[in-house]
T-cell receptor, first 110, second 114 residues
Framework: GEDVEQSLFLSVREGDSSVINCTYT??????LYWYKQEPGAGLQLLTY?????DMKQDQRLTVLLNKKDKHLSLRIADTQTGDSAIYFC??????????FGKGTSLLVTP | AAGVIQSPRHLIKEKRETATLKCYPI?????VYWYQQGPGQDPQFLIS???????DKGSIPDRFSAQQFSDYHSELNMSSLELGDSALYFC?????????????FGAGSRLTVL
């Protein structure tokens, strides 16, 4: 979506941490989301964060939200080759349909 | 657990032909969404239905139409197909509730227009 920006590519080594960044523009989004898409597959919800929170941790995933700067990040600890995929952040300006960023392609090398 | 079912998974059409995609949402989900994802692009929202009524409209071309039926399945009809309509079409469903609106996506229907 034109209002949600992400860096296009990220390459990390297996075992390192990955940090994927996202900037959104709609401050009315109550929730912000991270989806994962593997080649030729659908979008899989990874996690989401309520806009009044600044951090959410879920196993290897940590989401940080800076509402003032409208900046969202997804940290994947101990990145594995199976984490290689495209990661989309999404806002929900109308509260229903999601508006996606262009996606960050994560490549994990052995 | 039941997921969102889309059919067909792959479809090849000629320019100016018509195509119909079907979506079966998760049982008891009340909202269905259609998204279009071009090669290397992000998913673009087309249209959504809440309880069988159109609830929101995105960048859906006039050549496309959609509806949701009494059994909650939805169909996306695309007419006068153009080469640029070649894309992955995703259907998603959600259940309205307080809290996050979690969309569950189907595996997609890949349309190729020749």
């Amino acid at each position: 979506g034109e209002d949600v920006e992400q860096s296009l590519f990220l390459s990390v080594r297996e075992g390192d941490s990955s940090v994927i960044n996202c900037t959104y523009t709609d401050s009315s989004s109550t929730y912000l989301y991270w989806y994962k898409q593997e080649p030729g597959a659908g979008l899989q919800l990874l996690t989401y964060i309520f806009s009044n929170m600044d951090m959410k941790q879920d196993q290897r995933l940590t989401v940080l939200l800076n509402k003032k700067d409208k900046h969202l990040s997804l940290r994947i600890a101990d990145t594995q080759t199976g984490d290689s995929a495209i990661y989309f952040c999404a806002e929900s300006p109308s509260g229903y349909a999601l508006n996606f960023g262009k996606g960050t392609s994560l490549l994990v090398t052995p | 657990a039941a997921g969102v079912i889309q059919s067909p998974r792959h479809l090849i059409k000629e320019k100016r032909e018509t195509a119909t995609l079907k979506c079966y949402p998760i049982p008891r989900h009340d909202t269905v969404y259609w998204y279009q994802q071009g090669p290397g692009q992000d998913p673009q929202f087309l249209i959504s239905f809440y309880e069988k009524m159109q609830s929101d409209k995105g960048s859906i071309p006039d050549r496309f139409s959609a509806q949701q039926f009494s059994d909650y399945h939805s169909e996306l009809n695309m007419s006068s197909l153009e080469l640029g309509d070649s894309a992955l079409y995703f259907c998603a469903s959600s259940r309205t509730a307080t809290g996050a609106n979690v969309l569950t996506f189907g595996a997609g229907s890949r349309l190729t227009v020749l």
